[in-house]
């Protein structure tokens, strides 16, 4: 059964770091690419960064310079580095990717559970 699981989340200080990391199990296939995005009270859930298999990265304008996502093939995980944290990073990240479980099967929106990210004094 495919499956994400997501973990690095917690409570950091402004200027503060951390690192999210999302772990797919089970098959999936024609996974082109991996996403985070966030979603903070009242908001909604935004596009963060993504990466495709061959290692091209997009980023919201709001965190380029300070985040990283990259990804490992062959372990199917993918990694979000944030650094300089501000408060308004605050929301619960998820990860994301668009596959299919079988070849033969229709393309599936897999989503991590969540984890909360707190920029705060």
């Known amino acids: 059964q495919v499956q994400l699981v997501e973990s690095g989340g917690g409570l950091v200080q402004p200027g503060g770091s951390l690192r999210l990391s999302c772990t797919a199990s089970?098959?999936?296939?024609?996974?082109?690419?991996m996403s985070w995005y966030r979603q903070a009270p009242g908001k909604q859930r935004e596009l963060v960064a993504s990466?495709?298999?061959?290692?091209?990265?997009n980023y919201a304008d709001s965190v380029k310079g300070r985040f990283t996502i990259s990804r490992d093939n062959a372990s199917d995980t993918a990694y979000l580095q944030m650094n300089n944290l501000k408060p308004e990073d605050t929301a619960v990240y998820y990860c994301?990717?668009?596959?299919?479980?079988?070849?033969?099967?229709?393309?599936?929106?897999?989503w991590g559970q969540g984890t909360q990210v707190t920029v705060s004094s």
């Open positions: 994301n990717t668009k596959g299919r479980p079988t070849t033969w099967s229709t393309v599936h929106d897999y």
């Open positions: 089970g098959t999936i296939f024609s996974n082109k690419a």
């Open positions: 990466v495709t298999t061959d290692g091209t990265t």
